[in-house]
């Protein structure tokens, strides 16, 4: 029996992985198209800034491991067309082009990034950070680097902001809609907008790219209300998935590459690494016979730093409500992160979304110093368990006062909801 995987590195690599661990007679064979493999995308923004010092603390396994586990891998092999019917695919490497046929074929070949062909787009200095090898590339043209001009104010764009601050850059970001952290309802995206602007950032916000300007290196960033010097411009205005080279193989596909959501009737684009990483293992799963196994879809969980806090979400928002009239409401608490009289203590500001009706809690969004990671998490369970305000209010958390408050903020916020 023979699989292949297209793509080598978070869905890729953990099926691969998985599939061997389950059936070790098994023949796979990783298709993947750069040379890196197996790495945590996720710790690039830190690696930019030396926080992560070293490029191979970022990879999880090498190609000689990999190969060591009874794995092949070819890198720098491109798959260039699938043809389920004959059950083979066609790829391209430096020299040679060839076929090779499967028994079972998994296509993990993940997103790239969108670059806006406005003018002048292809002057040097325009840096993605999608890849390992952006991310090697950018850490070293930083090094000369004083003004950096990000576009794109999502998840990507504020953490390289963040780093850029800590490595001394005069950083301009740019936003065409009016807040930061579109998943975000505004007045949360606004507290971690200021976070960012009390550390030093010049966020400009409904401001479209309209251009670059330089004589073969980028010197300005023009936008439809100002121009500003640059040295080097990092685009993250969002990623698209790699399945042009599936176009012609007859397979039907979902037009964006969706997951389907939890809460939502229709699929939705959440790229994400713990998705990817997920659904690696449940293929795998479900490659070896265990049907019972599924990709249990995204309720649109996420949390990033900010400087010094964290700011998460998980569910449903009152932009969610707004654009699809969903019958939600919402409550906005404060309240400190352990005992008040313990030491230390700091606020959390949390929103819960609940359904009006039934009480049902739907969503929660917070920022806070401390404390909030496990907070999102416990109400990601909550919201995929459908539990009521009543029964959060109810739920039996551990106390200690140098931990939590003995009513814990969530539960402060749910005999609100009550
Ligand atoms: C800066 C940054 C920070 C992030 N932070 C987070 C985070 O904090 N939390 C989180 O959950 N997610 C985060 N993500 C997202 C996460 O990294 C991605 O969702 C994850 O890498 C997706 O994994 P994947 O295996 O599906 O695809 P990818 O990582 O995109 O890998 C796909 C691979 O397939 C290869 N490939 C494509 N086409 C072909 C072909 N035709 N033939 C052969 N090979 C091919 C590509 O070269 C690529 O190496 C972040 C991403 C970035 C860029």
């Known amino acids: 029996m023979k699989t292949i995987i297209i793509g080598g590195v978070a869905a890729g690599m953990s099926a691969a992985s998985k599939l061997k661990r389950l059936d070790p007679k098994r ?27 070293k490029e191979a603390s970022l990879v999880a396994r090498t190609k000689d491991q990999f190969e060591a586990s009874g794995i092949t891998v070819k890198t720098g092999h491109e ?13 391209k490497n430096e020299t040679s082009e060839g076929v090779d ?10 997103a790239s990034p969108v670059h806006i062909p406005v003018n002048n787009h292809t002057l040097k200095g ?12 950018l850490k070293e043209v930083l090094k000369d680097a004083k003004n950096v001009a990000i576009i794109g104010a999502g998840f990507i764009g504020m953490e390289v902001a963040e780093n850029m601050i800590h490595m001394g850059k005069t950083v301009h970001m740019i936003e065409l809609s009016n807040q930061v952290l579109a998943p975000y309802d505004k007045v949360y995206a606004d507290k971690a907008q200021k976070i960012l602007e009390e550390a030093g950032v010049l966020i400009h916000l409904e401001e479209g790219l309209q251009g670059y ?15 500003y010097s640059v040295d080097v411009v990092i685009e993250a205005v969002g990623v698209k998935p790699n399945t042009a080279f599936l176009k012609d193989s007859g397979l039907s596909m979902i037009p964006n590459g969706a997951y389907p959501h939890q809460l939502l009737k229709d699929p939705a684009f959440v790229p994400l690494g713990t998705h990817a990483n997920k659904l690696g293992r449940v293929i795998a799963e479900r490659l070896c016979g265990n049907l019972e196994l599924a990709f249990q879809g995204v309720i649109g969980s996420n949390i990033l730093k900010v400087m010094d806090y964290t700011v998460a979400k998980t569910g449903l928002t009152m932009k969610d409500n707004e654009r699809l009239s969903l019958n ?16 230390g203590a700091t606020p959390i500001d949390i929103r ?3 359904d009006k009706d039934s009480k049902v809690i739907k969503g929660a969004q917070m920022v806070g110093l401390k404390g909030v990671a496990n907070r999102i998490n416990i109400m990601a369970t909550v919201i995929s368990q459908k539990m009521t305000a009543s029964d959060l209010a109810g739920l039996d958390l551990a106390y200690s006062p140098p931990f939590q408050p003995v009513w814990d903020p969530l539960q402060v916020a749910a005999n609100q909801i009550k």
Do not use: W
């Not at 046929?101 to 993940?110: K, R």
């Not at 325009?126 to 590339?137: C, E, G, K």
């Not at 906005?332 to 030491?343: E, L, M, S």
């Open 352 to 354: 819960l979304v609940y």
């Open 126 to 137: 325009i840096y993605p950070l999608n890849s390992l090898r952006d991310a090697v590339t």
């Open 213 to 227: 300007q330089g004589e073969g290196h980028v010197t300005s960033v023009v936008t439809d209300k100002k121009t």
């Open 27 to 53: 023949d796979i064979v990783v298709y993947e198209k750069g040379h890196d493999l197996s790495y945590g995308a996720c710790g690039m923004p830190y690696f930019l800034s030396n926080i992560i010092e």
């Open 328 to 343: 939600l409401a919402y409550v906005d608490v404060t309240a400190k992160d352990h005992a008040g009289y313990y030491p």
């Open 101 to 110: 046929h499967y028994d079972d074929l998994i296509i993990a070949t993940g």
């Open 79 to 91: 798959v260039i067309g699938i043809f389920p019917k004959e059950k083979t695919i066609t790829f």
